[in-house]
């Protein structure tokens, strides 16, 4: 049996190996473009701002072997032919054409099973400029290496990054942070990991780069990148600004690479190599994952894009078992992400609100704030959680996070992701058995917090608004149709009442019983307290005496503060 | 509608406040024996450690308002009657009688619907001298006082926990971290957290604790607490071993407080009051929550006694919507649980090996060690994770996982608990979705990976041997009849080579293909490497030529360090 696998970076190095282990006689043979092979692409971001130290560590063990041709040959029984690219498959022969890049030779591997791991290629926009010196879109290592080395030469003064995606905001950290590069991210859309993340966090997301120094730029279309007399690049025109740099980073995503896939025949679709359960494609002795197959979204059932280098090993793994003769499946994706941007984490599974509704899904937006481990301990840290529910079904679609304690923040969204599939209503999370501790967590979790908060919603009696929601209200104030009830402890509601007046007044909600009377009965009541949690039990008391024009502040002062804004202007 | 609640700690205030959200004309009264309400006991270890300053921390809000009777009156307008013993329930008048506790006063309280929230009471040994001064058990916050007060005076030099459970360890790290109290655990079961961890987990708890400083004594049994002139505690017999102390915590466990259910003659087992989902006695009109209920165990549906604020808090707003006039369920648990020992996190869902073993499962034990970041991520640690997989069904029973970052820990086991009601299997851990980036994961998530290894053990392929049965094996190493395979890298094999020759040798895996000749054909070869992937890639190898006499050292050198077992004695 001999297995010709074309790409070696993820899906293919892994179902190589796990062929080798199950079948050790049959005979893998792996072929690559590029020299270097089985790397972790998603560490590039680290190497630039010095975290990883040398570029082997992308290619190297956990014991520090690097995964080279030789490592593959002796460690795993693997043949790897680097620099050779894969030009052509005859499926009636079973041959694969492949050239080597450095001598030009043509050869032909005859195959039992092939399997395509040719993972994405780089969107590149057709801007005027786009291929000057200086702009790079950073797919591998040798173009991570190429930036450091221009950054280490002292080259680099400001870089613009174009597209606020996961790498464009990893590598707006790399080079702030370690490197002093002044950056400009340039985001097409109206905010940062757009259909990733809803608004309210992509504002705190955003709030926190700009507090490092990265300046953002919303909204806007690259529309040029001039050079100077040598061919440098010099500025980048976003919309009507012009935007110094020496370093351009094109971050605007990528596409699966289905050339092969396609000009032998096969079945693909806009979104990848189609494939079914065992990754099979529509020839059953070719094989296709990673970055180049299509994905079956398992919120939505439609087959999407994903480049991920973790669902790529999945992939390969599941490959691996089944042509080696076994039966594994791989059945589809939740959309898992997470990304760190200097302090902050920033993860999500399943479907935001903005893409739960481009999907066609009516859905109630919950939005807690919750202190990630007992009140009483040390080290608790504020996170900031939103869950997308489907109003009719009740369904959990996705959750959001963001904190400072990452792993925490990760935690939560993976408790989220394992269910997902399982098809989750907001009862499953509002009794969910997070372990507790204090040093950990909290009594009642912020997931537990998060499905009661919106079955508070569905039911009709948590009534709130967005972040932007009340900014746009609070625009409104002097036409005096809404009043702003601020029902924190005295202490902290003082400032505000002091700046604000009169459009801002104070009961706290532990003197609320008491002083219903001075509640206002000829306005719309916007209700706040720190997390939304105290305000949303005044909404049920003023309820009760028949005010009900009232909204509560998701997330309360605490989302506010989160997205920089600062109504009293603390500083 | 008047409700009345017995009892105010956890579940009964959850209950108490749920009811007035959504039924503000009810009249809520909650009766408690204490007078202090509203607390997390959880919290008492870190009260005594110093982590949290002040008592009133743990029985105040996040926003630091103390719940207190008046904060219940005017924040949440429920009636709190501290000191108050509930004696007896009428349930045909629908009456409670209850007695001042400070007064003597005997009062009939009337109810429409009842709520027992009278949790657990802490399960005493019958032993000589446990009532002796300086003995403890720290179930509420005067006791945490008391002891703490002790301390602070300079009294106590040497502590003995009885009890090697969750409260003895969280109160062993209190007394030596923050205060140099000498202190042992006396555990009379064979290894710390009984039944909650597997033996190899516990070793590893152990050899934090000793390196901490702290003492344990396992299968040891308190004979007698030895008092001097005075009636003051001196020593502890534990088997035949005389352990001096000044001061005495006796954390045996507790047992759910029914007595007044059963006196009201409700149904109620040995594991705690009966309910249905709804969370109602037997008396439809009478509701229970919190340690006091015997709660349904979601992997093998049988009742059991569980000791949970948080699971306590779940429940109480379960009772609240239901008596409100909603419908909301609890299904039942799987065990969470989570301790902080100084450095070291340990987590656990579902069921151990020894659990799953005496509840008549036949299991597969499946231990991973492995990264928690990328591996070329600077703050990356080793995650230590076993799986319990029972052998016909593929199904994951439970999960246990120790580590230094603790977050990650829990994340991983909060991950897991979160699926176990749907009945995983070992396919559904293998291709599950984590959220991945370097800083927060690797690209192939230890959940992933138990997933396989457990698939691999089931198939065969990977022939395990556990921590003890490494022991009992190298204990052994003179009959010749083994001989120990060591496949890292000869760097790391060197010192054991050195060593332990002849029974100790080294052939790297990189190297193994080439070497084959010199493998060893007339013995059982254990195989270690690092952390037992390495080694399993050999078996397989050694398998292919006929060598299937083999054993893979479970979590390898990495797991066998964790227990502080050192083989060269390399200190």
Redesign the interface.
Known sequence: MRVVIVGAV?AGPKAACRIK??L??AEVVMVDKDDIISY?A??IP?FISG??PILE??F????H?VRDTD?FA??K?VKVLPQTEAIGIDRKKKEVFIKNLVTGKEEVLSYDKLVLATGSIPFIPPIPGINAQGVFSIVNLHDAQTVLDLIKRGEVERAVIIGGG?IGIEMAEALTDMWGVDVTIVEMMPHLLPGIIDTDISLMLKTHLEMHGVRLVCNAQVKEIKTDETGRVKEVIASSEALPADLVIVATGVRPNTKLAQEAGLLVSPQGIVVNQRMQTSDPDIYAGGDCVENRCLITGKGIFIS???????HG??IGTNIAGGL????G????????AFDL?I???GLCEEAAQKEGFEVIPVMIVQ??R?????TKQLMYFQLTVEKNTQRVLGAQAVGI????V??????????LK?KPTV?DL????????????T???IL?TAG?VAKNTLAG?NRTISISEFLSLWQQRTSGEYIFLDV??TA?AKPYVEKLAPYWINIP??????RLAEVPTDKKIVIIC??GM?SY?IQ??LD?IGISQTFNLRGGMAALKMTGIDLVDSR
Chains 1, 2 share one sequence.
Do not use: W
């Open positions: 993820a282990r199950l050790p006689e972790g998603c560490g680290y975290d990883v560590e992308l190297s063990t956990n014991y072997v490592f002796n460690s029984g996961a991920s280098g973790s669902i790529a090993n999945r793994r599941v594994e499946l791989f059945e994706v939740v959309r898992s992400f997470v990304i760190k984490c993860a999500k599974t202190l990630d007992a009140h009483f301990y040390p304690n990452g792993d925490a990760v935690g939560k969204i993976n408790t989220v992701a394992s269910m399982f009862d509002s009794i969910l058995e997070i372990a507790y501790a204090p040093p950990f967590g009594a009642v979790d537990n009661n009696k924190r402890e902290d909600q532990r003197e609320f019983r008491k720190n997390t105290r039990e049920l008391l009760k």
